[in-house]
């Protein structure tokens, strides 16, 4: 099967659109819920079953979600399952939570420091990063020993690198050529 990012991208974006025009926290609510769902294995070898239907796989899918689903979701949730999709289903979400993020001027960043930060700390390291980056960002702070100081910095495919490991492997290369 194609890379899930790949496959999800689509319908993440078509998502969007289509919920960005009605009430998009009531889409993120169901849609945040169904991932979950999507994620159970069982559920997953249920609706890979051939012995399965698309009615039976939707049946089991809203009765674990236990809310009324609107009409938009259960369109949504009917497509992806007729196509063979829900597996795909987590990864659209977080695609479409990406979306939404950036249309907000939001973006996610994982914070690797040598040594924990404390979220004093990381205030003002956030605003000098937002600066550098553009926009708003909502740090995760991952502590990476062998970084043996500094910071290293990954915003969606964009990365900051300021660690003493990566400031060492530039010398190691600059004095071997």
């Known amino acids: 099967m194609a890379d899930l990012a790949t496959i999800a991208r ?19 609510q169901q849609l945040d819920g169904l991932a979950l769902i999507a994620g159970d294995a069982g559920l997953l070898q249920f609706a890979a079953s051939p012995t399965s239907t698309s009615a039976q796989v939707f049946d089991v899918v809203a009765a674990a979600f236990g809310q009324s689903l ?44 040598a040594f924990p930060i404390t979220p004093a700390d990381l205030g003002p390291v956030l605003a000098v990063l937002e600066k ?34 990566a400031r060492l492997e530039r010398m190691k290369v600059a004095l071997a050529a």
């Open 10 to 28: 689509p319908y993440a974006e078509a998502l969007y659109q289509v919920a960005r025009q009605g009430d998009l926290a009531a889409w993120t």
């Open 70 to 113: 609107s009409g938009g979701v259960q369109n949504f949730l009917h497509t992806l399952i007729e196509n063979d999709r829900l597996v795909v289903l987590p990864a659209i979400v977080a695609q479409f939570h990406a979306l939404a993020d950036a249309a907000k001027g939001v973006a996610d960043a994982v914070v690797f420091s």
């Open 132 to 165: 550098r980056f553009g926009r708003k960002l909502q740090a995760t702070v991952v502590v990476e020993p062998e970084l043996i100081g500094g910071i290293r910095v990954v915003v969606g495919d964009e990365v900051l690198d300021t660690s003493v490991k």
